[in-house]
Antibody, heavy 115, light 107 residues
Framework: EVQLVESGGGLVQPGGSLRLSCAAS????????MNWVRQAPGKGLEWVSY????????YYADSVKGRFTISRDNAKNSLYLQMNSLRAEDTAVYYC????????WGQGTMVTVSS | DIQMTQSPSSLSASVGDRVTITCRAS??????LAWFQQKPGKAPKSLIY???SLQSGVPSKFSGSGSGTDFTLTISSLQPEDFATYYC?????????FGQGTKLEIK
């Protein structure tokens, strides 16, 4: 079964850091591009970041550029999102999603930025 | 950035009805358009990619059409489990952008 499982969310103070992980199983992770998407409470979906299958190509939304870093470890079948200088407006459920067609999503991990 | 505009923002319908949701892109995106269904507290579920291709396991009551800037999602014979929020998304160019969502409610 194709599965994505996010972890690493939690409560963090403004200006703090958090590292999210997405564990992949049931498919050849190294063959797929991956994305992070977030959803603020009661709001719509917002694309956050993309990484190619090899990790050589990366894109970010303007809202997180310079603060967030996407990476992957194909040997560990894992995707990461390092989030620094967190702001209240980064509060959201963060999802990892497979491929440019977003055919598979994880269950999400909640990040709350608050003092 | 490409803006995606869905209409309507909300829609009331009855079990058994057929409904259509529209999505318009601010510039041409060929057929790089996906549709997602999201239920409260759950992750989005992919329904359609490439504007009209059904994801594996998605029932044929869902259909998509369009190309360029105008797209539609049609759901036939609504069932209770179809009442949810639906999003379109363009993946023609980064940043990939979503529509604001259409909340489908039971009348």
């Amino acid at each position: 079964e194709v599965q994505l499982v996010e972890s690493g969310g939690g409560l963090v103070q403004p200006g703090g850091s958090l590292r999210l992980s997405c564990a992949a199983s049931g498919f050849t992770f190294s063959s797929y591009e991956m994305n992070w998407v977030r959803q603020a409470p009661g709001k719509g979906l917002e694309w956050v970041s993309y990484i190619s299958s090899s990790g050589s190509t990366i894109y970010y939304a303007d809202s997180v550029k310079g603060r967030f870093t996407i990476s992957r470890d194909n040997a560990k079948n894992s995707l990461y999102l390092q989030m620094n200088s967190l702001r209240a407006e980064d509060t959201a459920v963060y999802y990892c999603a497979r491929d440019v067609s977003y055919d598979t999503w994880g269950q999400g991990t909640m990040v709350t930025v608050s003092s | 950035d490409i803006q995606m505009t869905q209409s309507p923002s909300s829609l009331s319908a009855s079990v058994g009805d057929r409904v259509t949701i529209t999505c318009r892109a601010s510039q041409g995106i060929s057929n790089y358009l996906a549709w997602f269904q999201q239920k409260p507290g759950k992750a989005p579920k992919s329904l359609i990619y490439a504007a009209s291709s059904l994801q594996s396991g998605v029932p044929s009551k869902f259909s998509g059409s369009g190309s360029g800037t105008d797209f539609t999602l049609t759901i036939s014979s609504l069932q209770p489990e179809d009442f949810a929020t639906y999003y379109c998304q363009q993946y023609n160019s980064y940043p990939h952008t979503f529509g604001q969502g259409t909340k489908l409610e039971i009348k």
